[in-house]
């Protein structure tokens, strides 16, 4: 299996442009997450999906971000406007079961200018 | 919320030496994890700990859950530099939120 995939592994976009981060999980895995990743905040959970069905989006910093699983094998984190404060490292994990442990994508580091 | 906390935030050791993080949770746990991000990496899973007082070992690290569940350790015997990383705790509550610590990031001296 190749992992979760995550793409692009860099952006760099303008202040107010939309930026849209895709995550393909591991195939099977029935969860799926978004975290953001700073030196300030640390790890942080923006939403998590259980069956493409969003459970708990309480970390979805504003109205600025949205996220999607239409469908088992994919997944989108969007944010419109994006402002300077959004750089960050985003990641994209699966599981099958919770006592797996959560396989991490290798990431989209995000710089807003 | 729930909190987890970690200390130390950094550990600089001389190779060979031991290391320890602690995790200490605000909220009784019903499970903890721990991960390892090499630098410029991603998180990867390293463990789960469920029971109470439970320990595990993992060739030269070993895992303690504390017997209230509010806290655990991983220590690292004989530190190699390809133990160097940020080693985080995740704890999970029973409604199935999970918070992860701010990690301890491990530096070893060759």
């Known amino acids: 299996d190749a992992g979760v995939i995550q793409s692009p592994r860099h952006e760099v976009t303008e202040m107010g442009q939309e930026v849209t981060l895709r995550c393909k999980p591991i195939?099977?895995?029935?969860?799926l997450f978004w975290y953001r990743q700073t030196m300030m905040r640390g790890l942080e959970l923006l939403i998590y999906f259980n069956n493409n069905v969003p459970i708990d989006d309480s970390g979805m910093p504003e109205d600025r971000f949205s996220a999607k699983m239409p469908n088992a094998s994919f997944s989108t984190l969007k944010i419109q406007p994006s402002e300077p404060r959004d750089s960050a490292v985003y990641f994209c994990?699966?599981?099958?079961?919770?006592?797996?442990?959560?396989?991490f994508g290798s990431g989209t580091r995000l710089t807003v200018v | 919320g729930q909190q987890v906390m970690q200390i130390p935030q950094y550990q600089h050791v001389q190779e060979g030496e031991d290391f320890t993080t602690y995790c200490n949770s605000s909220t009784t746990l019903s499970n903890i994890q721990w991960y390892k991000q090499r630098p410029g990496g991603h998180p990867v899973f390293l463990i789960q700990l469920v029971k109470s007082g439970e320990v595990k070992k993992q060739k030269r690290l070993t895992f303690q859950f504390g017997e209230a569940k509010k806290n655990s350790s991983l220590h690292i015997t004989a530190t190699q530099t390809t133990d160097v990383g940020t080693y985080f705790c995740a704890g999970f509550t029973n409604a199935g939120k999970s918070t992860f610590g701010d990690g301890t990031t491990l530096t070893v001296k060759p």
């Open positions: 195939s099977g895995h029935n969860s």
């Open positions: 994990a699966s599981t099958l079961r919770e006592d797996y442990g959560y396989t």
